[in-house]
């Protein structure tokens, strides 16, 4: 499975525990492009005051993993199932040996995306303080 890449320079290994926003928030919904449901994301432990860097990763290596459900691809325009299509074809092949395994496991949340899976970062949105897009090229 192809995941966000995150480009080195733009979090050090210090940085995955700092507040993933400012001012830091106890939670917040990531709305990402082509995808028609938000991400929510809390903190990792009941503990922790804020949703962190690690967090914001965690939740969407994970969310994007799952495979996504027959409603939510038949909402899809023409055009944006055909994108979908790509990515997903794209995506099983390099798996290499591992690609009917893919094949058979169907299209996930990542395939939504559309090949966009270098991660530019979260912008705040008008919808809200705790509403973030995500970046992705």
């Not at 919904?29 to 503990?47: C, E, F, G, Q, Y």
């Not at 055909?82 to 949340?109: H, N, P, S, T, W």
């Not at 912008?123 to 995500?134: F, I, R």
Request: charged share 25%; with cysteine.
């Amino acid at each position: 499975m192809s995941p966000l890449v995150l480009l080195e320079d733009q979090v050090s290994l210090e940085g995955f525990s700092d507040p993933a926003t400012e001012p830091p928030l106890s939670s917040l919904s990531i709305i990402l492009p082509n995808l028609p449901w938000p991400l929510d994301v809390r903190p990792s432990t009941a503990t922790d005051a804020y949703v962190s860097v690690s967090d914001v990763f965690h939740a969407l290596y994970s969310d994007l993993r799952l495979c996504a459900h027959p409603t939510e691809y038949s909402g899809l325009s023409e055009a944006e199932a055909r994108e979908v299509d790509m990515a997903y074809f794209a995506r099983c092949r390099r798996a290499g040996a591992d690609e009917q395994r893919q094949l058979e496991k169907g299209i996930r949340k990542i395939d939504f995306l559309m090949e966009k899976m270098r991660f530019l970062g979260l912008s705040a949105t008008l919808q809200g303080p705790d509403v973030w897009e995500l970046n992705a090229a």
